[in-house]
C-alpha cells in the first residue's frame, strides 16, 4: 500500500492543492502582523483571571452559552429582540454560514470584493460553495456597478464585505453596502464584518431591523482576547435559528466563556486600550506619511496600509530588524508594493518607524 495513493484515493484533489494557513513563529519579532492588541493584563486583573479560570469545571462539557450570549447581546449594542450566536472565533462563524448555505442540488455561491479577508474564500472552498472575487477599485472602494452586474449574474447566497476591509483598512460607502442588500433582496445574505469596530467606530449592528438579510458579525480577538476565540453574530432571530443547526455542539469551551465573562467585566479597559490605539493609529500614520517614497492609505482599523517603492526588499529588511509586518505585494494587482503594519504601542511603532527608515535607507 502507498500512502501518496491513498491520500489520493481519500482525500479532495482541491484540499491536496492548497498550504496550510501559516503561522509565523513570532519569538524574538515585534509582532505587529496579526491585528492583535499589544497591551497586557495588569497583576490585580491576571489574578482575578487565573482564580475565575481555576474555578471552570473543566470536566463538565461547557453548559449553555445563554448568559454569556444575553451579556454579549446587552453590552455590545446589539438591537432589542435580537440574539447573538458565538463561534470558535469568527472563523468558525464564517464557516458555519458557508456550510448552512453549500448545498448539493445547485450551485451556492459566496461573493466578496477582492482584495478581502483571505477566510471567505477559504470557508467558502471547503464548505462547497464557489467563490466569486469581484475587485476593488484602485482606490479600495467598493466596484459597485461591478459587485451589482455580479450579484445579478451569480446569485450569490452569501455576500461577505469586511468592514472596515482587511487589509484595505477602508469602510465602504454606506449607501453602496445599501444598494447591494437591495440587491441581493430575498435571494441573498450580505454579512458584514465588523472584526475592527472598535476602531472604526461605526456599524451596521443597530440597522438590524431595516434589513431581514443583514447579518452583522463581530469577534473578541482585535478589541484585545485573539487568544480566547470568540467571536458572534447577529441577525434576524428565524435565519440565526437555522445556523444555529449547522453550530458544532459545546463550540465555545468552558476556558473561553469564563475569560468572555472575565473581559466584560472589565469592558472598559478593553474600550481604553482601543481608544489608545486609535490616537496611536494618527500619529502613526502621519509620521508615515512624512516619509518620502511611502504612501499611507485611511484607516479605519488597527492597522495601516502603506505603499513603498520595493515591498520585497523593505518587508526582508525588516525582519533583519526583528519587525514582523504583513507584506502583501502577491495578494492582488491593487497591493502591488504594499504592506500593512498592526498599530501598537508608541514603543514598538517608534521601533517599527526607526527600523523602516532604516529599510529605506540602505
Ligand atoms: C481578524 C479578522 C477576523 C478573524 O476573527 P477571529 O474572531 O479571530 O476568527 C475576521 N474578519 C476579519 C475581516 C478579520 O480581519
Not at 484602485?138 to 467598493?142: A, I, N, T, V
Given at each position: 500500500m502507498s500512502l501518496e495513493s491513498l491520500i489520493g484515493n481519500t482525500i479532495r484533489p482541491d484540499v491536496r492543492e492548497v498550504k496550510s494557513y501559516h503561522v509565523q513563529d513570532p519569538s524574538g519579532y515585534i509582532k505587529l502582523d496579526a491585528m492583535e492588541n499589544p497591551y497586557h493584563l495588569h497583576q490585580a486583573l491576571r489574578q482575578e483571571l487565573g482564580q475565575r479560570l481555576a474555578d471552570v469545571a473543566i470536566n463538565r462539557y461547557p453548559p449553555s452559552y445563554d448568559g454569556l450570549r444575553r451579556r454579549i447581546a446587552a453590552s455590545l449594542g446589539v438591537p432589542a429582540g435580537y440574539d447573538v450566536l458565538l463561534g470558535n472565533g469568527s472563523d468558525e462563524l464564517i464557516s458555519i454560514m458557508a456550510t448552512a448555505c453549500a448545498r448539493q442540488d445547485r450551485r451556492a455561491v459566496l461573493l466578496a470584493p477582492v482584495p478581502a479577508f483571505v477566510m471567505f474564500q477559504r470557508s467558502a472552498q471547503f464548505a462547497g460553495m464557489d467563490f466569486v472575487g469581484v475587485p476593488l477599485n484602485?482606490?479600495?472602494?467598493?466596484d459597485l456597478p461591478a459587485m451589482l452586474a455580479a450579484i445579478a449574474e451569480h446569485k450569490p447566497a452569501l455576500v461577505f464585505l469586511a468592514y472596515p476591509n482587511n487589509p484595505t483598512g477602508n469602510l465602504f460607502d454606506t449607501a453602496a453596502v445599501e444598494q447591494i442588500l437591495a440587491a441581493l433582496g430575498d435571494t441573498g445574505l450580505a454579512v458584514l464584518d465588523e472584526a475592527y469596530e472598535p476602531f472604526a467606530q461605526q456599524s451596521f449592528m443597530p440597522r438590524l431591523p431595516e434589513f431581514d438579510n443583514l447579518i452583522v458579525m463581530r469577534t473578541l480577538s482585535k478589541l484585545g482576547l485573539a487568544g480566547i476565540r470568540l467571536g458572534y453574530m447577529s441577525a434576524a432571530p428565524a435565519l440565526l435559528a437555522e445556523f444555529d443547526k449547522v453550530r458544532p455542539p459545546y463550540n465555545v469551551n468552558v476556558m473561553t466563556q469564563a475569560a468572555a465573562e472575565f473581559a466584560l467585566d472589565h469592558l472598559d479597559i478593553l474600550n481604553e486600550q482601543a481608544a489608545l490605539l486609535r490616537q496611536q493609529r494618527t500619529e502613526l500614520s502621519q509620521a508615515l506619511a512624512a516619509l518620502p517614497g511611502v504612501t499611507v492609505y485611511p484607516s479605519a482599523a488597527n492597522f495601516i496600509l502603506i505603499r513603498v517603492a520595493d515591498a520585497d526588499t523593505t518587508h526582508t529588511k525588516l525582519l533583519a530588524h526583528k519587525i514582523l509586518i504583513k507584506n502583501l505585494s502577491k495578494m492582488h494587482s491593487v497591493l502591488t508594493n504594499c504592506l500593512r503594519i498592526t498599530v501598537s504601542t508608541p514603543e514598538e511603532n517608534a521601533a517599527f518607524l526607526d527600523a523602516l527608515k532604516a529599510s529605506l535607507a540602505d
Open positions: 484602485d482606490d479600495f472602494s467598493l
